[in-house]
Each structure stands twice: as C-alpha cells, then as structure tokens.
C-alpha cells in the first residue's frame, strides 16, 4: 500500500515499511531502511547507512544521511539513525558519525528539527527535543530528552545539553548545559532553572522548588564545586531531578560547566 511517486529514485537495496510515502523526486540510497509510515515530501534526499523510524515525515530538501562535514571522514561505515514520528522541516541536514566518534548519529522519538536546522557527525539526540530555526549543533554534541535550543543558536563541539534544558535563539554554547537549565547570550551563560518548560511539562510545585534549592546551593559563590556538590546531595540524595543534575556535573566531559554570571559582573 505504499505510494511512490515515479519520479522518486529508489536505489536497488533500500529497504521500505508498509504505507511509505515518497513524494516527487526524492532519491532513496542503497543502504537506507524507511519504517512504517514514513512520509518524504517532494525533493528529499536519504542517504547512507540511515535507518529512519516509523511515522516520521521528511519536508522538501532535507538532505538526511550524506557524508559528514567533517575532513577525517575517510568513507567509513558510519550510520544514522532516527527514531519514531520525527518532524524534519523544510533544508534540515543530518550526518552520520565517524571513526572519532563511535560511527553513529541518533535521534530519538518524537522530535522536531524546524527549518535549516543541523545535527552534525557524531550527535546523540535524546527524545521529545526540538531544534528551532537555523539551530546547529556541532559533532559530538549529546542532547538530553526535552531540551529545546532556540533559533540561530549554535552549540559547540563535544558540549553537553542536559534534559529539559533551554537555549535561547541566536545563544552560542561553548559549555555544558545542566538538566533543567536555561541558558542564553551571544557567549551563552547559565540564567536559572528552565521554570516555563518545568510548569509546562507538569512538574509539582515542590519538584521545582527542590531544583531551585539544589540550583542556588549548586552555583553559589562560596566553597568549590566539588564541595557545593557534596552539599547537594547529602540534602536530596533520594531527589531524582536533583541527581540528575549531580550526575552531570559529575560525569566526566572535555568542556566545562556553563556557569551564570557572577555578581561581580566577571
């Protein structure tokens, strides 16, 4: 029951789910598996060693799967993989990893990547995140579920964005970002809890009241991390949402931790 336009190219290889729809002129490589359900408009392009989930829908000129932009790619096999009922606007591009990151990109379920945005070699991209308008995140980036980045803004390479995070538009990530964090700035800095996402994912009044405490504890001018941290935890070891952010900060990562803006204006 699939419907194929004929003028799509389908490569001898291609692996199709039921109840695919390939619109006018798409071009499907050798090694590209489309789900149940998938739908590309006109003019898209998959490539590669790229997996696609069932339910997602691929908009005119997105270029899904073709070779990094990265110049130690040296043709290896590398994949791609995206996950269930995905929304991939109008110019979206997304490369499959390389030998220096694991050989794979992944996106998760039920994202949106709105128009021109970008998910480079290498990217682990968790579930329910949106990428706005022109947003890029560079290779070796890891989204955590629900984040948002904003339109314009630019992540750097290797950063982490933590869960339920928020990057405003036009913001330039050089460090991680927290679980729950807001961030935003031509140099982003850390600017508090993500309280809107918060309030619309329905968290309780107290989870967020914990997060808060935990924040202002956490990135308080006093003692080092390490000791703040401490202090954290022996107060919400039992907080789910609060170890998560410990964790992060924990957790070993080449770039250092977004830090808000100190009081002494530094």
Known sequence: MSDIHPTAVIEDGAKLGADVQIGPYCVIGSEVVLGDGVKLHSHVVVGGRTAIGPETEIYPFA??????????????DS?????????????VTMNPGTSGG??????????LFMVASHVAHDCIVGNHVILANNATIAGHVHVGDYAIIGGLAAVHQFVRIGAHAMVGGMSGI????????????????LRGLNLVG????????????????????????E????????????????????MEIVDFVREKSSRAVLQPKSTNGA
């Open 198 to 221: 918060l309030q619309r994912r329905d968290f309780s009044r107290d989870d967020i009241h914990h997060l808060r405490t935990a924040y202002r504890l956490l990135f308080a001018q």
């Open 223 to 242: 003692g080092t991390m390490q000791e703040r941290v401490d202090d954290v935890v022996a107060l919400y070891a039992e907080n789910k949402g609060v």
């Open 63 to 76: 270029s899904i799967g073709l070779p990094p932009q990265d110049l130690k790619f040296s043709g290896e």
């Open 102 to 111: 694991g050989l794979l990109t992944s996106v998760g379920d039920d994202c």
């Open 174 to 189: 050089e460090h991680d970002l927290i679980p729950y964090g807001s961030a935003m700035g031509e140099r982003a800095r």
């Open 79 to 91: 994949e791609l993989r995206i996950g269930a009922r995905v929304r991939i606007r109008e110019h």
